[in-house]
């Protein structure tokens, strides 16, 4: 027992000392993906700094959710490669994917606890229960997306604003260092989507780094550092105004976007958002 | 009340009633507990046609083992542990849909089965002990073998019970959490596959899916975690082991049929009843 302790120890701390070597948190070279010969992303690079907010936007079938997975480690891409801290993410526990409200059986019976300390089990090990500490953190995770009222709730009768949270709440109790959410506002009403953008501010000054694919391209442009405009191929990444072009647009989403002349400049009014994509 | 418990223990006077109540109610909770899972994956069509697909094995093995039970049980659980991780790695890669290629494969196995024991003399006594289960006709050293079984698969649940919860809820966490997937997801297989092996002499193949997926669905209905839907699982299971056995042998009808009966009369009560937590789901 003893030398499982001083296993886990050298090891976490040689995950820190990795991660503080000064390396950008996320480094995508060159990846392509393509599943039975459908291409669903085409040479992609970008580097992301720690602590950064960015907004990966694009039409539905752009390769948000691939991207998103790739950087998880949850699929492998076909040629190139993704570097958490400077390795593989198949050696981190510090990234945290949130999906898609739709592709999780919200029937399953499970409290809103049950699903927070999920996020601990990474850290626990085989065959352990979980112990003082991670039912403190829990709670704390809780505590901090405004939810430790409804830690016994029955996950079925939340709300999408609170399923959003819940979720928040777990990669806060997994320790997550980067934060991957797909598509956390598509069916949200504006007072969820404000409270989880507070979440996220809050989030920051933790030094969290968050990639949040939206369809919302206001709250892109209002809420984020940088931008990521991607259809298959990457189109633009930087500063939502620098990215914001008129030309990247069109390129991005071709006559599916309805751009709106206001004092004299282009207001996007919205993509092809629905469900799901 | 004397009329009652002579009611209750006229049948236990018979060492066969013992051993079949005993087998009953141990399978039957194993089979809830583990169905748990089968619910909440949606796998109920997986476990029928992998309780089916097991019947070349069973023909096979009471072919070359002259009808011994543990020939049966061994061979049962080879081809189950085979068809349950054929089955699984069908499911992950293939053009065509998972049911489809379920449903190809288990018929085919069935029918492998039934042209294997029409080979044999006593043809239809042997089917229809395969098919429906023997509940009575068990003896002690299969009640030992039982009982070893039952207790390492309540082991490995209970072991692995977070694990085998977040692959089950959200298989990506999973994988973030760097847990081996691959691995508990053939361990699940594996569980379902040794308990319908386990508990085939109750029931038999073709009513082996009502044990896992019944009492399961029931406690799905009436409560709101996890530990609690396995705990009333189980205990329902349990009692409708017992139930259907006193039916049965009062009633002379058959025994893995009749606790398969109550196990869905109960099912349908709990549905219909305005409590249950499915008519109050927002």
Redesign the interface.
Known sequence: MALVKLWQKVTLQERDRVHLSGEPIVEVSRVSMRYDGVVALEDVSFAVKAGERIAIVGPNGAGKSTLL?II???LTPTTGSVRIYGRGP????C???I?QRNQ??W?????VA??VM??R??K?G??R?PGPRDWAMVRRALEQVGMADLADR?I??LSGGQQQRMFIA?ALA?EAELLLMDEPFTGLDRPAQEGILEILEHLRRQGVTILLATHDLEQAASHFDRVLLLNRRLIAFGPPDAVFTPEALRAAYGGHLRLVPVEGELVAVGDTCCEGG | MGEALRVLLDPLQYAFMVRGLIAAVVTGGLCALVGTYVVLRGMAFFGDALAHSILPGLALGYLLGGGSRDALFWWGLGTAILAALGIGALSRGGRLKEDTAIGVLFAGAMALGVVLISTSRSYAVDLTHLLFGDVLGVGEGDLIRLGIFAALIFAVVVLFYKELLVISFDPVLAVTLRLPTRLFENLLLLLIAATVVVALQTVGVALMVAMLVTPAATAYLLTRRLPAMMALAVALAALSSVVGLYASYYAGVASGAAIVLTATVVFLVVRLAPISRGSSRA
């Open positions: 997975r998880a480690g949850v198949g050696g981190h526990l990234i945290a994917y999906p999780v059986d029937n399953f019976p499970l409290t049950d699903v999920m996020g089990i990474g626990m085989l065959l229960h029955p079925r009768a777990r997994q």
